[in-house]
């Protein structure tokens, strides 16, 4: 039997020479055929909107920059980042009752989420407007008939008031959902970690478990935000001075209906690109430490790309 | 400190039905290194998270450095629950290293071992930096404070670990199976500091299924089967001498 010496068992590992592929990408017919089937379609339907005789673009470029087209957009801004703030507060409350010990603050969680989850936006929009039928004074003190502190008329709820009650109160019942979830998805060793080190409760879910937690609660956050954007256009039903209401008010005037609808449409697509960029640059903020193969530079050119352009090079 | 550094007195506890620990007495003295060995179910894990109050005890007595664990003896002798404030007191004195790492993934390697002398023992960030740094340069790892958890091999990410509970200037160290989730070629290097950290003096519990570590490193040897000790001694008796059956049909499995 023959044992074949070192030097030419290596030879047999290490292959010098390079052979080039060079193979040639097989033509997608059926691909291509689609391709120009969707772009005609787009064609099409961009020159049928274009040309519409009923659309008066001259319109919806007057009124693009209308004064009270801009007031609505910044009602609509405000109610949208307030009831979001604040919804994910009471969501974060929420989601930490949920998942305590006490069997009270479950259920009282729990009761919460499923009344706002269950019930229509809408009706709940309605009710905070037309609160003052049932609580013409809204006060505050010892409950069950004790002592009033504080009171006042049930006026004070305006329908900007009404839409960011109805609106937070109604977000905070979701994001308690996502928060919980992204809570639950934390490996249960890091708080026993955390907690072995002897690290204050607080900063356990400070500094352990929320901040992992966000990679997980913050894509569908970014979409309640991008659908919170459009959902403020609910509060119209109480005359709520946001973007949809304006051009509704300007349309009953000018009857440039189409033209006005078209206005607020683009004003809502900006916005939830604008989101959508806001929202790539927070989870990647959040992804420190969970992507290996990131160093600084590349940190930084990864930031750079848009979000299309990155999935191409990581599918 | 006069006395054991932790002294476990019928130390039971269930999980259901099932009896983990059948009344396990210990005593730990200061400086000394003890390995727990044991198949696996024998209750050897368990005891270990009870000597730092993960897992609670249904009866028995765990004092450490002298204290009750988890409990305040009240003046007419009942036992009241410690608040979560007072146990995180005797905690911050037991360092633990787990079998998994448990590294805080969105910190470097070097917030996560100042997190605690900065966070929790409140030393400043310099102080706390200046500690973190002498640690993980005496783990081996200068080079890497910089990086994720998830950017170091299983090894590296273990002594990180050790540095992180050290940081806390603990008392007593607890190791919960430290290298069993390693791939082989890393097992070295972890062993390497515990055991120059058991020549620093340090008391230290292992649970360890790595026999030679036991063999060079260990004061007393505790082979612990079905919940109970079955029997303890030198790393010569335990390992070379067993007086139990069980004990020689266990060694003679992993051997």
């Not at chain 1, 946001?242 to 000018?254: A, E, F, H, K, S």
Request: proline share 5%; charged share 15%.
């Amino acid at each position: 039997m023959m044992v074949s010496s070192p030097a030419s068992r290596e030879a047999t590992l290490i292959q010098e020479e390079v052979i080039p592929l060079n193979a040639r990408k097989r033509p997608s017919w059926g691909r291509l055929a689609g391709g120009i089937a969707a772009l005609v379609f787009a064609v099409w339907v961009a020159y049928t909107l274009f040309m519409a005789p009923n659309i008066h673009w001259d319109i919806v470029v007057d009124f693009f920059l209308d004064g009270p087209v801009l007031e609505g957009l910044g009602v609509t801004i405000a109610l949208s980042v307030i009831s979001m703030v604040a919804g994910v507060l009471i969501g974060l409350l929420v989601a930490v009752m949920q998942l305590s010990p006490n069997k009270v603050m479950r259920y009282v969680a729990g009761a919460y989420s499923w009344f706002f989850r269950g019930t229509p936006l809408l009706v709940q929009l309605l009710f905070w407007f037309n609160l003052g039928i049932i609580f013409p004074r809204l006060e505050l003190g010892i409950p069950f008939g004790g002592p009033k502190l504080f009171g006042v008329e049930a006026s004070i709820i305006t329908p900007f008031i009404a839409g960011l009650l109805g609106l937070a109160i109604n977000e905070g019942a979701y994001m308690s959902q996502i928060i919980r979830a992204g809570i639950l998805a934390v490996d249960p060793g890091q708080r026993e970690a955390a907690e072995a080190m002897g690290m204050p409760r607080r900063n356990i879910m400070l500094r352990v478990v929320l901040p992992q937690a966000m990679r997980i609660i913050l894509p569908p956050t970014g979409n309640q935000f991008i659908s919170m954007l459009k959902t403020t256009s609910l509060v119209s039903i109480i005359a709520g001075a946001d973007l949809l209401t304006v051009v509704q008010r300007i349309y009953l005037g000018n009857f440039e209906v189409i033209s006005m609808l078209i206005v607020a449409s683009i004003w809502y697509l900006l916005l939830t690109t604008i989101a959508t960029i806001g929202q790539y640059f927070l989870e990647k903020r959040y992804s420190k430490g969970f992507d290996a193969s990131i160093t600084v530079k590349s940190k930084v050119i990864k930031n750079l790309a848009l979000p299309g352009q990155r999935k191409k090079t990581t599918p | 400190m006069t006395g054991p550094i932790v002294q476990t007195q019928a130390v039971r506890k269930s999980f259901g039905t099932n009896e983990i620990l059948k009344g396990i007495s210990l005593s730990v003295e200061p400086g000394e290194v003890i390995c727990i060995i044991g198949p696996s179910g024998s209750g050897k894990t368990t005891l270990l998270r009870c000597l730092n109050q993960l897992e609670k005890i249904d009866s028995g007595r765990i004092h450490v450095n002298g204290e009750l664990l988890g409990y305040i003896e009240q003046p007419d002798g009942s036992l009241m629950e410690r608040s979560y404030e007072s146990l995180r007191q005797q905690r911050q004195r037991i360092g633990m290293v787990f079998q998994r790492f448990n590294l805080f993934p969105h910190m470097t390697a070097l917030e996560n071992v100042v997190e605690g002398p900065w966070r929790i023992k409140k030393q400043g960030k310099a102080a706390a930096t200046a500690v973190a740094t002498e640690l993980l340069a005496k783990v081996g790892l200068s080079e890497r404070e910089n990086h994720y958890p998830g950017q170091l091999s299983g090894g590296q990410q273990q002594r990180v670990a050790i540095a992180r509970a050290l940081a806390m200037e603990p008392s007593l160290m607890l190791f919960d199976e430290p290298t069993s989730a390693l791939d082989p070629e890393l097992v070295g290097e972890v062993l390497t500091v515990m055991k120059r950290l058991a020549q620093t003096g340090m008391t230290m519990v292992v649970v360890t299924h790595e026999m030679e570590f036991a063999k060079t490193v260990a004061d007393r040897v505790i082979f612990m089967a079905d919940g109970v000790i079955v029997e303890q001694g030198t790393p010569q008796e335990v390992l070379q001498n067993p007086v139990h059956q069980r004990t020689r049909d266990f060694l003679s499995r992993v051997a």
